[in-house]
């Protein structure tokens, strides 16, 4: 099984690759939860379940019937997400005249941009359109080697979105349809050691929506785990506001989505179950999500010009669940309002 990306920090040996990665890991609440396996080639193969193979009662003296099921070929991709930055050389003669060292400045601001284009591809990733990226969670659902179509669950039921607060009955109808969700993902608790199973991805007005939702029907949705962060949690499944993309306006996930009216109000929750880590970081999960990693995180350079210095900062990796395709769900068609 993979390791998490709390251990991972442990094998990054280059210090400034090793200082950039924790800032990554603080800032970002996905990979605290997150696991990671190392598969050094760009395309991952496996096998995915098809026909499970037939079994039956015998009797003595009597064999068993050969039968081995039968599997499909799966395939996940991993992608070189990154970028980089030319500093002159003359910054470095200003000393005390700038606020900020201006290349400790730029990989911060790399890294923040790391961190809101991973999260929106684990969500809103898709191949069709940037072929150079991989498939998110929401693409990968009802796509061959994805996940069941019918792990998209609809709050209302109907073409309308679920107005949430509304009363105490729709917000009653809400849980009972993130109910669902969860055990479609199969998430259903903690693990066996306390720590979190899996997430529930979403945005701000879900996160602050369902603490009202949960007024209106009594339930409790703080928890604390074992490494001391405090977590907003739903039957033990913590709540991840996913935030903004990189232009620090758009939210990762919307709430303009069309429920079924041309209504344009609807938002959505992703429900993900995890690969449960064992510290082995070249062995991949039995089963549940995980990232995948070709090369580690790391710093590029510098390179030297005769004007300036060059530096890079690159990740290749991608998001991998061979031999799970049930480790997903979606909920969507609800709105965080009365009306």
């Given at each position: 099984m993979p390791i998490s990306l709390v251990d991972y920090e442990n094998l990054i040996k280059d210090p400034l690759s090793l200082g950039l990665f924790r800032n990554l890991l603080r800032m970002n609440s996905i990979m605290k939860l997150f696991p990671v396996v190392q598969k050094k080639t760009l395309r991952v193969t496996g096998q995915e379940w098809k026909d499970l193979p037939s079994v039956a009662f015998r009797d003595i003296n009597e064999q068993f019937t050969d039968s081995t099921g039968t599997t499909g070929p799966a395939e996940e991709r991993q992608a070189i997400l990154g970028g980089s930055f030319k500093a002159d050389r003359l910054l470095g003669e200003l000393g005390d005249t700038l606020y900020r060292d201006p290349v400790s400045q730029q990989f911060d601001m790399h890294n923040v941009s790391i961190d809101r284009t991973l999260t929106d591809y684990i969500v809103n990733g898709d191949i069709d359109s940037n072929p150079k990226a991989f498939n998110g969670i929401y693409k990968r659902m009802g796509i061959t080697g994805g996940f069941p179509s019918s792990h998209v669950i609809s709050a209302s039921g109907?073409?309308?979105?679920?107005?949430?607060?509304?009363?105490?009955?729709?917000?009653?109808?809400?849980?009972?349809?993130?109910?669902?969700?969860?055990?479609?993902?199969?998430?259903?608790?903690?693990?066996?050691?306390?720590?979190?199973?899996?997430?529930?991805?979403?945005?701000?007005?879900?996160?602050?929506?369902?603490?009202?939702?949960?007024?209106?029907?009594?339930?409790?949705?703080?928890?604390?785990?074992?490494?001391?962060?405090?977590?907003?949690?739903?039957?033990?499944?913590?709540?991840?506001?996913?935030?903004?993309?990189?232009?620090?306006?758009?939210?990762?996930?919307?709430?303009?989505?069309?429920?079924?009216?041309?209504?344009?109000?609807?938002?959505?929750?992703?429900?993900?179950?995890?690969?449960?880590?064992?510290?082995?970081?070249?062995?991949?999960?039995?089963?549940?999500?995980?990232?995948?990693?070709?090369?580690?995180?790391?710093?590029?350079?510098?390179?030297?010009y005769a004007e300036y210095q060059r530096w890079a900062v690159q990740w290749v990796l991608g998001l991998c669940h061979i031999g799970d395709s049930y480790c997903a769900s979606v909920l969507e068609d609800f709105k965080m309002a009365a009306s």
């Open positions: 109907t073409t309308d979105s679920l107005k949430v607060h509304a009363s105490a009955t729709t917000a009653q109808q809400f849980f009972e349809k993130l109910d669902e969700a969860m055990y479609a993902a199969g998430l259903w608790g903690n693990g066996i050691d306390g720590t979190p199973r899996g997430a529930l991805l979403m945005n701000k007005a879900s996160f602050l929506g369902i603490q009202k939702a949960a007024k209106l029907t009594g339930y409790s949705i703080d928890q604390i785990d074992l490494l001391g962060y405090t977590w907003k949690s739903y039957m033990g499944i913590p709540f991840v506001d996913v935030g903004l993309k990189v232009d620090k306006v758009t939210e990762i996930i919307l709430n303009t989505y069309d429920p079924g009216d041309a209504g344009n109000d609807a938002s959505r929750i992703f429900c993900l179950r995890l690969t449960a880590p064992d510290g082995n970081v070249d062995s991949p999960g039995a089963d549940g999500l995980s990232l995948i990693q070709a090369a580690p995180y790391r710093t590029l350079g510098p390179e030297d």
